[in-house]
C-alpha cells in the first residue's frame, strides 16, 4: 500500500460543463479523507436534463492512472436547492434602545 500524495479529479453534473481538480495532501493507506470540490458558479448544478446527476472519476493517484478503475467514480442524483432571488436580497433591520447596559456578556 502506497501514501496517496494527490488525486486529479474530474466531476460534472451530467449535461453540464466538466472540472477538473487536483487534490494535494496526505492519506495513508487504509485511511480516507473528504474533499471539498470547488464550484464557482452556481449555473454549474443547472442542466436541461430532468433528473440531477452528479459525477466524480479519479483520474490519476500520485501522478499516474490507476490499474484498478472498477472503483474511481461515483454518481448520486440530487435535487435543486431553492435559489435566492438577487434582484429582491435578504434584507435585515437592527434597531438599537440606547440602552448598552442591558447587553449581555
Known sequence: ATTINSVEIEYNVIGGPVK??????????????????PVAFPGFWYTTLTTKIFEA???????????????????????LAKEMNFA?????????????????R
Open 20 to 37: 477538473n481538480y487536483t487534490w494535494n495532501g496526505v492519506i495513508e493507506p487504509m485511511m480516507s479523507s473528504e474533499v471539498i470540490l
Open 57 to 79: 472519476k479519479i483520474l490519476k493517484v500520485n501522478g499516474v492512472k490507476d490499474n484498478y478503475n472498477e472503483n474511481d467514480q461515483a454518481q448520486t442524483s440530487f435535487t
Open 88 to 104: 429582491d436580497p435578504l434584507q435585515i433591520r437592527l434597531k438599537t434602545n440606547l440602552h448598552g447596559e442591558q447587553q449581555k
